[in-house]
């Protein structure tokens, strides 16, 4: 039963998306935050708990990523409907991030049929400091100098996972990162030769 508690969490994060938009929608902040704070958590949790209970799958990684993109792109509504003139003095920002987000996700279709599900260490770094930026806005209100350190990270895992769809010519999930690859691949060439 163990085994299948990381997709049944990560599930849970898929079915909340919705209902953040809503709650985005309606207005309704606290009951936001706090489903916003609810899947955050679930989304350490059911990786944690999948390496731990060796439950990792394809599947687990595919829907691990489907609910990450759907709830970043759902935050990024919920920030511009409730932080909007922040929005309008950072729009390059807000506009450039996503778009380079779903120009990775749009490649990995064209590459594999599928989302990367990469899962870099850069990604994850990226990852944590857009929980931080979002609690944090939520919480205690925008902070430029947050919004620019996670902008930066976001950028620099979207163009390592680019060159990741450019060095991995079949679909591999939960790869480290790119010097990961780069090594094993220069070890498989040298093992060639």
Request: hydrophobic letters at 60%.
């Amino acid at each position: 039963m163990l085994r299948y508690l990381p997709n049944l969490i990560t599930s849970a994060r898929l079915a909340a998306v919705p209902v953040l938009a809503w709650l985005a929608l309606a207005g309704a902040r606290p009951s936001f935050i706090a489903l916003l704070v609810a899947c955050l958590v679930s989304d350490v949790l059911d990786g944690a708990l999948a390496r731990r209970y060796r439950a990792v799958s394809h599947l687990g990684a595919q829907l691990d990523s489907i609910a990450d993109t759907l709830l970043f792109f759902t935050v990024v509504g919920a920030i511009a409907a409730f932080h909007h003139e922040a929005v309008r003095g950072h729009a390059m920002t807000f506009l450039f991030v996503p778009a380079a987000w779903l120009a990775e996700n749009v490649a990995a279709l064209a590459r594999y049929g599928r989302l990367s599900s990469f899962h870099t260490y850069l990604s994850r770094l990226a990852a944590v400091a857009m929980g931080v930026f979002v609690v944090v806005t939520f919480s205690a209100g925008f902070h430029q100098r947050l919004l620019a350190i996670t902008a930066g990270l976001v950028v620099l895992a979207t163009a390592e996972e680019f060159i990741l769809l450019w060095m991995l010519p079949q679909w591999t999930p939960d790869v480290r990162g790119l010097f990961w690859v780069a090594r094993a691949r220069a070890a498989q060439q040298g093992r060639s030769r």
